[in-house]
């Protein structure tokens, strides 16, 4: 082929070799991924059909029945990211003319609502926490309640005991996004008549961004079965990703090409938090939690969530001190310590810092070198003029 032609050269940054500095990720998320799920990673690619390949996503799925605790058949794990999950619970349960209710917490509940709106013409209220759910759920009669359990934008920990059998007694289904808290809180999502759950790989599990966890209740996926439209997402359709999971009893059938090397590192993740047991890394994200909020009253700072039960313990929140800019604090961590924590989202967008210690990286070392490099950045960043 004549080279004439080309007009654009081979970009220069290509041509020079990946560098990818070692930082200490504890923000609100991706956690710093373990060698063995890095390993995991990095294993020869095989095909999407393949029956190995089908073996490992019946792990996972297994794995997935372990973390939310449910005996759901409808369970697997989606291509994409927690945002990916969260369209695709809403998109398969709500049709025309269903209304969907979101508690707003924070920024996830607002992107629930932006998502639901988008469906078509759906009624979609937004109530602001503490509003009373009976009364939501008495006036605008939704098909859906959607909740965060754990809400990383402020690091709350919302309570969902009797919430399952308050919506089923008016005839709603219970979705709730479990992205920030699986693995780091209980969560029991037969017990707690949860008919929707996700979460997302980057986070406790400390795999890498690009896959989510997703399982459905009978009730649930009885309601998806009636439909009377389909999806209107083809990738995200539930009936075909159900039968690619082998979900539905049928022989599986081509749907799209999955992640593969994305669920060999999601189903390391999934295994090493089965080998450590759900109730012992719930306490080890609590003990941490603990830990890291004396810390930092020690240094005297004020936490943002005031009440310790309502603490998120994957994700600490604490106040900006006044006479600091957070954008100074979390950029001199990066810059001097090789620490990453960020700023506020959403809602606490410039009134917090949030710090996350989740999975591999919910250590007491780790509570003890953030604490360190926080007092350092206290000692440097006051700015004279706030």
Same mark, same amino acid.
């Given at each position: 082929?004549?080279?004439?032609? *080309?007009?654009?050269?081979?970009?220069?940054?290509?041509?020079?070799?990946?560098?990818?500095?070692?930082?200490?990720?504890?923000?609100?998320?991706?956690?710093?991924?373990?060698?063995?799920?890095?390993?995991?990673?990095?294993?020869?690619?095989?095909?999407?059909?393949?029956?190995?390949?089908?073996?490992?996503?019946?792990?996972?799925?297994?794995?997935?029945?372990?973390?939310?605790?449910?005996?759901?058949?409808?369970?697997?794990?989606?291509?994409?990211?927690?945002?990916?999950?969260?369209?695709?619970? *809403?998109?398969?349960?709500?049709?025309?003319?269903?209304?969907? *209710?979101?508690?707003?917490?924070?920024?996830?509940?607002?992107?629930?609502?932006?998502?639901?709106?988008?469906?078509?013409?759906?009624?979609?209220?937004?109530?602001?926490?503490?509003?009373?759910?009976?009364?939501? &759920?008495?006036?605008?009669?939704?098909?859906? =309640?959607?909740?965060?359990?754990?809400?990383?934008?402020?690091?709350?920990?919302?309570? &969902?005991?009797?919430?399952?059998?308050?919506?089923?007694?008016?005839?709603? !289904?219970?979705?709730?996004?479990?992205?920030?808290?699986?693995?780091?809180?209980?969560?029991?999502?037969?017990?707690?008549?949860?008919?929707?759950?996700?979460?997302?790989?980057?986070?406790?599990?400390? %795999?890498?961004?690009?896959?989510? =966890?997703?399982?459905?209740?009978?009730?649930?996926?009885?309601?998806?079965?009636?439909?009377?439209?389909?999806?209107?997402?083809?990738?995200?359709?539930?009936?075909?990703? %159900?039968?690619?999971?082998?979900?539905?009893?049928?022989?599986? +059938?081509?749907?799209?090409?999955?992640?593969?090397?994305?669920?060999?590192?999601?189903?390391?993740?999934?295994?090493?938090?089965?080998?450590?047991?759900?109730?012992?890394?719930?306490?080890?994200?609590?003990?941490?939690?603990?830990?890291?909020?004396?810390?930092?009253?020690?240094?005297?700072?004020? =936490?943002?969530?005031?009440?310790?039960?309502?603490?998120?313990?994957?994700?600490?929140?604490?106040?900006?001190?006044?006479?600091?800019?957070?954008?100074?604090?979390?950029?001199?961590?990066?810059?001097?310590?090789?620490?990453?924590?960020?700023?506020?989202?959403?809602?606490?967008?410039?009134?917090? &810092?949030?710090?996350? !210690?989740?999975?591999? /990286?919910?250590?007491?070392? /780790?509570?003890?070198?953030?604490?360190?490099?926080?007092?350092?950045?206290?000692? +440097?960043?006051?700015?004279?003029?706030?």
């Amino acid at each position: 082929m004549a080279t004439s032609l *080309l007009r654009v050269p081979p970009p220069q940054g290509l041509l020079r070799p990946l560098t990818v500095p070692e930082r200490l990720l504890l923000g609100p998320g991706p956690s710093n991924v373990p060698p063995r799920i890095l390993a995991a990673g990095g294993r020869q690619l095989l095909g999407h059909m393949h029956p190995e390949v089908l073996q490992v996503m019946d792990e996972i799925k297994a794995g997935i029945q372990y973390a939310f605790q449910t005996r759901n058949r409808l369970t697997l794990a989606i291509s994409g990211t927690g945002h990916c999950a969260m369209e695709a619970a *809403l998109l398969n349960l709500l049709e025309h003319g269903d209304a969907a *209710l979101v508690a707003i917490n924070g920024i996830w509940g607002q992107r629930a609502a932006d998502i639901a709106r988008r469906l078509g013409r759906l009624e979609t209220a937004g109530c602001h926490l503490p509003l009373y759910f009976m009364q939501g &759920l008495v006036h605008h009669k939704p098909s859906v =309640l959607f909740i965060t359990h754990g809400e990383s934008s402020t690091g709350v920990l919302q309570p &969902l005991e009797g919430l399952g059998k308050l919506c089923h007694r008016h005839g709603c !289904l219970l979705l709730v996004d479990a992205v920030a808290s699986l693995g780091g809180a209980p969560i029991f999502m037969d017990q707690q008549e949860i008919d929707a759950l996700y979460s997302g790989s980057q986070k406790v599990l400390n %795999a890498p961004p690009g896959s989510a =966890l997703i399982s459905f209740s009978e009730r649930a996926r009885e309601k998806m079965l009636k439909r009377k439209t389909k999806p209107l997402s083809f990738y995200l359709d539930m009936g075909w990703l %159900a039968n690619y999971w082998g979900c539905d009893g049928e022989p599986r +059938r081509y749907h799209h090409t999955a992640p593969i090397n994305s669920f060999f590192s999601l189903r390391e993740g999934l295994a090493m938090l089965a080998e450590l047991g759900l109730e012992s890394s719930w306490e080890q994200h609590r003990a941490n939690c603990v830990q890291l909020c004396q810390g930092l009253r020690d240094l005297g700072l004020e =936490l943002f969530v005031k009440e310790e039960k309502a603490r998120l313990p994957t994700i600490t929140t604490v106040k900006v001190p006044g006479g600091y800019a957070w954008e100074d604090i979390v950029t001199f961590l990066m810059d001097n310590h090789s620490i990453e924590i960020a700023g506020g989202l959403g809602p606490s967008l410039g009134k917090v &810092l949030r710090i996350g !210690l989740m999975g591999c /990286n919910s250590t007491s070392c /780790n509570v003890d070198r953030l604490l360190r490099a926080l007092r350092d950045a206290l000692g +440097r960043c006051r700015r004279s003029s706030l």
